[in-house]
């Protein structure tokens, strides 16, 4: 049978399963003994199987019986635990954060625990993305972006400057920046010119020498210099985090300046932001002053 049978059925069958009384299934449900019973036969009739033995005053579940209360009744727990976590009062108060991969992998998740020991009242879900231009519109509190701050109908609020450095394995002897043209240099798609960006400003000519990977993400550009594939420019911030987080990485040159920012992203006809939304801005604000000053 391919279709489902009346949820309300399902509802019935499954408190009666645990109460084996009509009566008390229908002061459970707030309907008549007469409805419940009626849901019964009209399961059983769906099913073409009797769910329960009738004796005088009292019921008995078929050994069917048993084995389909098990998974209704696991069923409906199921439908009721999703529905009170994504739509209950907890969800109302739930804080969604939305960034890069790279962003929430090398910095957001390393300062969030601070965040939640400040306010542990306030559930947090995190939401990654890879491309800026792939994102959905799903409802988020704090949306942050890496990028020059232009994006068409959207307002953005400068978070913090960045800088660029190579990494390289732990233990790896450090080759100068003149060396780095002969070294195996990854690059990350999007941000292809960053060697060149690193090369230029030490005076460097870059290599014309294809690079022999290329990653889509800053998490597996990383994954690839710490197997000793060659190495990367990253974000100094994410560089850091990552060797404090015990990535076996190590910084393998001085950084420069790099020209894209972190952004608060919001769209011009967006609401007011949220209690919660407005208390982590503040707080994210303030660490990375911090970091900053450091």
């Avoid at 509190?141 to 394995?169: M, N, T």
Wanted: proline fraction near 6%.
């Amino acid at each position: 049978m391919d279709r489902l049978p009346n949820p309300s059925w399902l509802r019935s069958f499954e408190a009666a399963a645990r109460h084996l009384n009509f009566t008390a299934t229908a002061q459970e449900l707030g309907l008549t003994q007469t409805a419940v019973s009626l849901h019964i036969r009209s399961l059983e009739a769906e099913l073409g199987q009797p769910l329960f033995t009738r004796q005088a005053r009292r019921l008995e579940l078929t050994e069917l019986g048993q084995s389909y209360a098990l998974t209704v009744r696991r069923a409906l727990s199921d439908i009721t635990l999703s529905t009170n976590s994504l739509f209950g009062p907890a969800s109302q108060q739930t804080l969604t954060i939305r960034a890069a991969i790279s962003t929430m992998t090398y910095w957001l998740a390393a300062e969030l625990p601070e965040f939640a020991s400040q306010h542990p009242d306030i559930p947090v879900r995190l939401v990654t993305h890879i491309w800026n231009d792939t994102m959905g519109s799903s409802d988020v509190d704090i949306d942050i972006r890496l990028g020059y701050g232009d994006w068409p109908g959207l307002r953005a609020e400068k978070l913090s400057d960045e800088f660029l450095v190579p990494v390289c394995r732990s233990g790896t002897t450090a080759p100068s920046k003149a060396e780095f043209r002969e070294s195996p240099l990854i690059h990350i798609l999007g941000y292809e010119d960053n060697w060149a960006r690193y090369f230029e400003a030490h005076g460097i000519h870059q290599p014309e020498l294809q690079s022999q990977y290329s990653a889509d993400t800053t998490v597996t550009a990383l994954q690839l210099v710490m197997a000793g594939a060659g190495y990367a420019t990253i974000l100094e911030r994410f560089a850091r985090n990552a060797i404090a987080q015990g990535a076996p990485l190590q910084i393998a040159g001085p950084p420069i300046p790099f020209a894209q920012s972190h952004y608060l992203i919001r769209s011009d006809g967006a609401t007011r932001p949220t209690a919660s939304a407005r208390l982590f801005e503040t707080w994210l604000q303030e660490r990375i002053k911090a970091d900053a000053a450091d």
